[in-house]
């Protein structure tokens, strides 16, 4: 099959609600996982994990935790899309490790001032932004911020509740970059956000911490599976020049 380029994957690509009973190649929709982590995030946290879901009663059970959707009772395989918030010192020490092997073995006092900003970005920065305790924290450094925020330019989003944001928008840019990658293979898929997370949550064994973005069923359309023609507002409507 050829690979369709990338603007003809973004017509391709409808929320296919019913799919045919056919086989999805594993390795492929692996391999479009992998294209999903390719995906930008902020500041290079990579704050997501994905769940390639395989297994007939795992299927099952996620089947009944989505509602009994057609597009996860049909869908040959399912994609779990999760926000991982609380791992965020693990990635953050990650990006240190790899800067540090990038610039080599040389002692941190020869880093150039480009290298050293870096390092302090994610030694000294992120921490500021992500740790709290209880919320608490993070609204007091938002009170801060709002008041530097009158003097100058400064980043806002620092409350629990922000960050939370933070994840998941760059969640949803991996996801696209997966289905995307799915359409330009012509395989399938439709991302669903009504599900029970809780119960996604217990099936997957997830932490408290970790947060359901998406779940996303793959698979081969059928001819049912598209439920009418594509609808967009007008694009004046949301397109606006400055």
């Given amino acids: 099959m050829e690979e369709k380029t990338v603007s003809a994957a973004i017509s391709y690509r409808r929320s296919i609600r019913v799919y045919k009973d056919e086989k999805v190649d594993q390795e492929i929709v692996k391999q479009c996982i992998k294209n999903a982590v390719l995906a930008p995030t902020s500041s290079n946290l990579q704050l997501w994990e994905f769940y390639h879901i395989t297994d007939v009663n795992i299927l099952n059970k996620m089947k009944r935790a989505c509602l009994d959707q057609n597009a996860a009772k049909t869908a040959d395989q399912l994609v779990v899309v999760v926000t991982r918030k609380d791992l965020w010192k693990k990635r953050r020490n990650a990006n240190i490790n790899f800067l540090k092997n990038h610039y080599g073995s040389k002692p941190e006092d ?4 480009r290298e050293k900003l870096a390092l302090n970005y994610y030694k000294k920065l992120i921490p500021v932004v992500y740790f709290d305790l209880l919320g608490i924290l993070g609204w007091m450094k938002y009170a801060f911020f709002n008041i530097v925020g009158l003097f100058r330019p400064v980043y806002r989003q620092v409350r629990h509740s922000d960050l939370r944001v933070v994840a998941h928008k760059s969640a949803g840019l991996a996801a696209e970059n997966f289905m995307i990658s799915m359409a330009a293979l012509g395989y399938d898929t439709c991302p669903m956000e009504g599900s029970d997370t809780l119960r996604v949550k217990r099936i997957l064994g ?7 973005n998406m779940v996303i069923g793959c698979g081969i359309r ?21």
């Fill in 110 to 113: 020869q880093y150039s001032r």
């Fill in 206 to 212: 997830l932490p408290y911490g970790a947060e359901i």
């Fill in 222 to 242: 059928d001819e049912k599976g598209v439920y009418g023609p594509q609808f967009r507002v007008p694009f004046e409507e949301v397109y606006h020049k400055k």
